[in-house]
């Protein structure tokens, strides 16, 4: 965290401009119509054999049913006792629990999951879709999915687990529901469901969020409220950016990384009488006052503390410090000191292609999640659904939780097909792997008659239970 040596950045901010001049005087960049403009990013080599990793690994996997894929991570994780808040006791208690899960987490309502599972009820369903509603049962079951997806060494491949993007998916509603806003692109009412997505792939963290408002607060809220890992930086478009969003997110130890849109926000702005290049003359304010940042550094710590522990969120710092706070000194200073902070990235993500590249591949990462998730929840949120701020954090939580088993249960597939494969003297490389993604689901079938291969798991997932159940199934 910035203390006391936060005018530091002043100097690193002269550090940092003389590169990016260096780049424009070459002709690496060049300036047009005020703003600077990038050459496209040179496309990324891929090696001849992903095409031949991918059909093997896909070969090997093959096809599965969505039951028997929650059953095989419930063997691997017990998530169905984390949110039952107990061991399963019968058949009947986890069925319930996949049951909830999918009313929850699928456009399905109660009804629907009842005919998809014949053995349960509409009202047995609802009843345990209430009950996933509370005490965050589902936050802590994805935390568990999240640590087993961690531990698998193919995961190391993938990413190192430092960096995550944000962004929002909306989720089609009924235009009656209280907190709906009509999505420009799709035309029609729809909830915002914001997840964070790690660089490794899994969803580390969810929140619905309403269509219309700026993502930057729920952006930072994401990294500090989820407790696995330490992120170095979190990309995120221009919707998750505001200049007080890059202050208080540096304030709590990560770097805020937006794709900038806007031909103004892409601007520099540095100390007033800084000395500004003549090559970088057209697109450099030098408007910064740091005495500001100075007389409020108080202020905004303890602004950043009290996000930290919890007594206020980030959202609602965020929303207090928006355009309306014109003219509140701790909103000047914010602002100035996130547009220092702003021109300091900058600098990184003009002059740097392998950071910009970096940044594009995780946020692409998040997109590719997103599509992952429609497939999942392939309709509109019932109309009879969401009505209540614990209802539409458990349809979220849901989402994501599933998300997350599929991806789990995919990557343990290909660390298995690597395996197998290397039995047969097949080896990829590491270059080659990470070029296979964990996000496929033409071959999971999400939808039809649910059948779930109890029998094969009971002894797995009831224990001391299995043989009751074993006898009731039989006799």
């Not at 909830?191 to 930072?220: C, D, E, K, S």
């Not at 021109?343 to 003009?350: G, K, R, S």
Request: net charge neutral; glycine share 6%.
């Amino acid at each position: 965290m910035l203390v006391s040596g936060h005018l530091k950045l002043a100097p690193m901010c002269r550090i940092l401009v003389a590169p990016l001049c260096r780049t424009v005087t070459q002709g690496e960049l060049s300036i047009k119509e005020g703003d600077i403009s990038l050459p496209k990013l040179e496309k990324e080599d891929v090696p001849a054999a992903v095409k031949q990793a991918r059909d093997a690994i896909a070969t090997h996997i093959g096809t599965i049913q969505l039951p028997e894929l929650l059953m095989e991570m419930d063997t691997q994780t017990r998530f169905s006792k984390t949110l039952l808040g107990c061991a399963p006791q019968s058949e009947h208690d986890l069925l319930l629990t996949y049951g909830a899960l999918l009313g929850h987490g699928t456009e399905m309502n109660a009804s629907e999951v009842a005919l998809m599972i014949p053995s349960l009820s509409p009202e047995e369903i609802s009843s345990a879709m209430k009950l996933l509603e509370g005490e965050d049962a589902i936050g802590k079951a994805n935390k568990l999915i999240v640590e087993f997806i961690d531990r698998l060494p193919v995961m190391k491949i993938w990413g190192d687990g430092k960096y995550a993007s944000s962004d929002m998916m909306s989720l089609p509603t009924s235009m009656h529901l209280w907190n709906a806003r009509r999505d420009p692109r799709r035309k029609t009412a729809s909830m915002g469901m914001y997840t964070h997505v790690l660089n490794q792939w899994p969803i580390i963290y969810h929140q619905p969020i309403v269509l219309g408002n700026r993502q930057a607060g729920a952006a930072i809220e994401g990294v500090v409220r989820q407790e696995r890992i330490d992120l170095d930086w979190l990309a995120v478009d221009t919707h998750g950016y505001t200049d007080a969003a890059m202050c208080f997110s540096r304030l709590q130890s990560f770097d805020l990384c937006p794709q900038l849109s806007n031909l103004r926000e892409r601007r520099l702005t540095v100390p007033k009488g800084m000395e500004i290049p003549k090559a970088l003359a057209l697109v450099v304010d030098a408007t910064l006052q740091l005495d500001c940042i100075k007389e409020r550094w108080d202020d905004l710590l303890r602004i950043s503390a009290s996000i930290s522990n919890g007594t206020v969120s980030a959202v609602l710092v965020l929303e207090r410090f928006g355009s309306a706070a014109q003219g509140d000194p701790i909103y000047r200073a914010a602002k100035m000191l996130g547009r220092l902070l702003r021109t300091i990235y900058l600098c990184d993500f003009f002059t740097k292609p392998t950071f910009r590249r970096e940044i594009h591949r995780v946020l692409n990462r998040g997109e590719s999640v997103h599509t992952l998730q429609r497939a999942i929840h392939s309709g509109e949120i019932p109309h009879e659904r969401g009505r209540r701020p614990e209802e539409m954090h458990a349809i979220s939580g849901s989402l994501a939780l599933l998300t997350n088993l599929v991806i789990g249960w995919t990557s343990l597939q290909t660390q298995a097909a690597m395996a197998a494969l290397k039995s047969r003297g097949i080896v990829f490389s590491p270059e080659v792997l990470r070029h296979v993604s964990p996000i496929r689901f033409r071959n999971i079938n999400f939808r039809g008659t649910f059948l779930f291969p109890v029998e094969e798991y009971l002894v797995a997932l009831l224990g001391d239970n299995a043989l009751g159940n074993g006898k009731a199934l039989h006799g």
